[in-house]
């Protein structure tokens, strides 16, 4: 399927790469269709991009490649909106904050993730509440976070 995109440009996707978010992005509820790009292997960092909207595109980052502690509870109510049986078939990757004229001051959404499940190409962001994780936790904050070798997966 070719889809064209504002900060891409006119690209080739497989139709079986395309998620369904049946738990919306917060703010853009209407959009339900989102493939996940690496324009840039050598980066930690893919796009969300729309497949309904061109010009709608997020940095995603999976903070499991990051030395950083993060564990998240799903609710019952996302476990059965995302039809998950398994905990292998998830990947869970955040929206980033990359200012233009400071990537040092690049911010990860540690609050509200996007949960994908692979075998159902189903996903959604969930809020966590009460879990006292930052909408804009600072990446490079103290050199705390030390980036290792990406896992990759291919699906």
Do not use: C
Not at 11 to 25: A, G, K, N, Q, T
Not at 31 to 38: D, G, P, Q, T
Not at 89 to 102: G, Y
């Amino acid at each position: 399927m070719k889809l064209t995109t504002v900060r891409f440009g006119e690209i080739d996707i497989d139709e079986s790469r395309i998620f369904d978010f049946v738990l919306p992005l917060i703010g853009f509820d209407m959009l339900k269709k989102f493939v996940i790009l690496e324009p840039n292997k050598e980066t930690l960092f893919k796009w969300l991009q729309s497949v309904e909207d061109p010009g709608l595109a997020f940095p995603i980052i999976s903070v499991s490649n990051l030395n950083f502690d993060y564990t998240i509870d799903l609710p019952d109510n996302v476990v059965e909106a995302l039809k998950i049986t398994n905990v292998e078939s998830l990947l869970v990757m955040n929206i980033t904050s990359i200012p233009q004229d400071d990537p040092k001051g690049t911010t990860i959404n540690l609050l509200a993730p996007l949960v994908f499940n692979i075998d159902t190409q189903t996903a959604g962001q969930v809020v966590l509440s009460g879990s006292g994780y930052d909408i804009s936790y600072p990446m490079f904050k103290l050199s705390l976070i030390h980036i290792s070798e990406p896992t990759r997966r291919s699906y």
